[in-house]
Structure formats: C-alpha cells, structure tokens
C-alpha cells in the first residue's frame, strides 16, 4: 500500500505561482510513475502532468510551459511549481502513484492523495 499526502493549495491571483507537494509513504519503492490530477467544478478529472523514476516528464497541453513537475525519489516526494496561473487553473489537484505508459496513453495508478484546492482568481 502507498499513502499520498499533498500540500501547498490555495488562492492566488492570476499571474501569480503556486507549488503543490505530494509525499509518498508505504510501499514506495514498487513506483514508477507518479502524476498529478486535476478535477474542475463539474468536469471530469484530467492529467496534468507526470514524472517517472528516471526523471522523464510529460504535460498536459493546458500547462505546457507553466508548470514544472519534479520528483525528489530519496525523499519519495514529486512537486508541482505552477506558473502563470490562469482562473481555468482552478480545480481539486491530486496526487497520484503507480500508473503506467501504453506508447502515449498514461492509465491512472491506483493511489491517490486527499486532493488539495487551487483557486486562482481574476
């Protein structure tokens, strides 16, 4: 089992920058793949961004060159730093562990953090 615990949500205006922090407890060394999740206000949750055990990333298209992931594998913790926010931004983020690549497709991994609100205002 692997336990997620994020931090660092919060308002921010538009413009502004927000980290978000993921620490992973448990089973950890079995990972991979850890990513971050977003779910708005009556939409369904979206891929924002993952990073794998050897450092390679990839975003989703809405965050290209705003966001940064980055994964701290002695510490299992894997970060966020989010730039330029933007008030379609706002959302639930959550962590997620132990998903998998099918050549461009990510599947979701079975853990999941608590989530933590982003709200990015105008």
């Known amino acids: 089992q692997v336990q997620l615990q994020e931090s660092g949500g919060g308002l921010v205006q538009a413009g502004g920058s927000l980290r978000l922090s993921c620490a992973a407890s448990?089973?950890?060394?079995?990972?991979?793949?850890m990513g971050w999740y977003r779910q708005a206000p009556g939409k369904q949750r979206e891929l924002v961004a993952t990073?794998?055990?050897?450092?390679?990333?990839n975003y989703a298209d809405s965050v290209k060159g705003r966001f940064t992931i980055s994964r701290d594998n002695a510490k299992n913790t894997v970060s966020l730093h989010m730039n330029s926010l933007k008030p379609e931004d706002t959302a639930v983020y959550y962590c997620n562990a132990g998903g998998y690549y099918t050549g461009p497709y990510y599947s979701h991994g079975d853990y999941w953090g608590q989530g933590t609100q982003v709200t990015v205002s105008s």
């Open positions: 448990g089973t950890t060394f079995s990972i991979n793949i």
């Open positions: 990073t794998s055990s050897g450092g390679s990333t």
